[in-house]
T-cell receptor, first 114, second 117 residues
Framework: AQSVTQLDSQVPVFEEAPVELRCNYSSSVSVYLFWYVQYPNQGLQLLLK??????LVKGINGFEAEFNKSQTSFHLRKPSVHISDTAEYFC????????????FGRGTSLIVHP | NAGVTQTPKFQVLKTGQSMTLQCAQD?????MSWYRQDPGMGLRLIHYSVGAGITDQGEVPNGYNVSRSTTEDFPLRLLSAAPSQTSVYFC????????????????FGQGTRLTVV
């Protein structure tokens, strides 16, 4: 079975600073990887996904993530954050070609200070 | 184009009561799913459907029933509510060819906050 670890439960950062939200996974087979954002009292919104191909994936709102197979990581980055990026971010993994059931991380709360 | 619509937004139930959480999407998506979100737990899949007439269990199906009579609707039924079912419930949908697992949950509803007392 696959698992996902989001190493930081909370990440405080100042506006216009860069940020990295960490995600590590474990799986014995190939996986698909996803990042979602959840604003207060909202559902999740897909930020970006890695299915295959280039390991650097660009998403919405200026976010990008890099798939590193050797380190089993899929860290999310943004070079300059805005107050409006304050939200909960979830990493998720699904086995490629297998079960529909994904595994979500417990989430990282990004707090952007002015 | 409303996306994924969940009703109600809030609900309080007494232990043992039953209710149905409604979910509808207008994007002609084949794949629909139900999740529950608990503090510090991320999201856990309850049930999913890859098309009308087809449903399957997710990670935490006990205490919940689903059916999929149309492409648009995917209701979640709580047969006899328990305090352990207090949670925020999300419905999600995405385009998916049957048999393909390429596409993730791309669209989520705004959630139903359920409290069982």
């Amino acid at each position: 079975a696959q698992s996902v670890t989001q190493l930081d439960s909370q990440v405080p950062v100042f506006e216009e600073a860069p940020v990295e939200l960490r995600c590590n996974y474990s799986s014995s087979v190939s996986v698909y990887l996803f990042w979602y954002v959840q604003y207060p009292n909202q559902g999740l919104q897909l930020l970006l996904k890695y299915l295959s191909g280039s390991t650097l994936v660009k998403g919405i709102n200026g976010f990008e993530a890099e798939f590193n197979k050797s380190q089993t990581s899929f860290h999310l980055r943004k070079p300059s954050v805005h107050i409006s990026d304050t939200a909960e971010y979830f990493c998720a993994v699904r086995i490629s070609g297998g079960s529909y059931i994904p595994t979500f991380g417990r989430g990282t709360s990004l707090i952007v200070h002015p | 184009n409303a996306g994924v619509t969940q009703t109600p937004k809030f609900q309080v139930l007494k232990t043992g009561q039953s209710m149905t959480l409604q979910c509808a999407q207008d994007m002609n998506h084949e794949y629909m799913s139900w999740y529950r979100q608990d503090p510090g737990m991320g999201l856990r899949l309850i049930h999913y459907s890859v098309g009308a007439g087809i449903t399957d269990q997710g990670e935490v199906p006990n205490g919940y029933n689903v059916s999929r009579s149309t492409t648009e609707d995917f209701p979640l039924r709580l047969l006899s509510a328990a305090p352990s079912q207090t949670s925020v419930y999300f419905c999600a949908s995405s385009y998916s060819r049957r048999g393909s697992t390429l596409f993730p949950e791309a669209f989520f509803g705004q959630g139903t906050r359920l409290t069982v007392v």
